[in-house]
């Protein structure tokens, strides 16, 4: 991603998107600090919490901050997941650029930590379990997008506390609730690349003799073709 000093790619802009203006966000493995830059250039936050579980990605962080100005904005600390992070401190958590497991793992074990904290996350993989953890702990899904950034995809989404959180179904634990209803830009190229992912891992299921992948895989492209005649 580009720093403050350049142009924000697409993953980058839905986050600040989807984040908004607040008081204090949190953000839950920062490596560079590239968002927390960006945050802060556009207006968006009062003070931002970098937290990551490598010192060294700290240090990063920590230059940059020096570099752009905003070192007086970016509390800059190293802990493992929302440990680093005060009960209610935070208007909005972000997590991005992990997997979706990983992401809801860091979710349930640092609960106590939400207080009502807006969660904005961009998992690398497996979507459905964040969705999934979401749903099952009061939190509504309010907005979801999804950017392009070369030939993959992402979906970056909000949450926030409702009492109106309920179970998901199947497909929109699949592809989003928000973005099933929205329909919104790229989400058709989302489920052809999808659909092309899938095929070349059917292939390669098939050419290894690994049937019950094959099988998965088969029911994944089953879904994801009902998506896409959904989209039409």
Not at 28 to 48: K, N, P, Q, T, W
């Amino acid at each position: 991603m580009a720093t403050s000093k350049g142009r924000a790619d697409e993953r980058m802009d839905a986050l600040l998107t989807l984040c908004g203006q607040c008081g204090c966000v949190a953000d839950i493995g920062c490596d560079h600090g590239y968002f927390s830059a960006h945050m802060i250039a556009r207006g968006l936050c009062e003070r931002v919490i970098a937290s990551d579980i490598s010192e060294s990605s700290l240090d990063k962080a920590r230059a940059l901050a020096e570099e752009t100005g905003i070192a007086g904005k970016v509390s800059l600390r190293v802990g493992d997941g929302l440990t680093p992070v005060d009960a209610g401190e935070a208007d909005v958590i972000v997590l991005a650029g992990m997997g979706a497991r990983t992401i809801a793992g860091i979710l349930e074990r640092g609960k106590d930590k939400l207080r009502g904290a807006a969660v904005v996350i961009a998992p690398n993989k497996e979507n459905h379990l964040a969705r999934a953890w979401f749903s099952a702990n009061g939190y509504a899904i309010t907005r979801e997008l999804v950017a392009r950034v070369g030939r993959r995809f992402t979906v970056v989404s909000r949450a926030e506390p409702s009492d109106d959180a309920r179970a998901l179904t199947g497909p929109e634990l699949d592809f989003g609730p928000c973005l099933l209803v929205d329909r919104t830009d790229h989400f058709a190229d989302y489920l052809m690349w999808r659909q092309s992912v899938a095929e070349r891992a059917l292939s390669g299921a098939l050419k290894g003799n690994r049937e019950q992948d094959a099988q998965t895989l088969r029911k994944e492209l089953a879904r994801i073709s009902a998506a896409m005649e959904g989209a039409k």
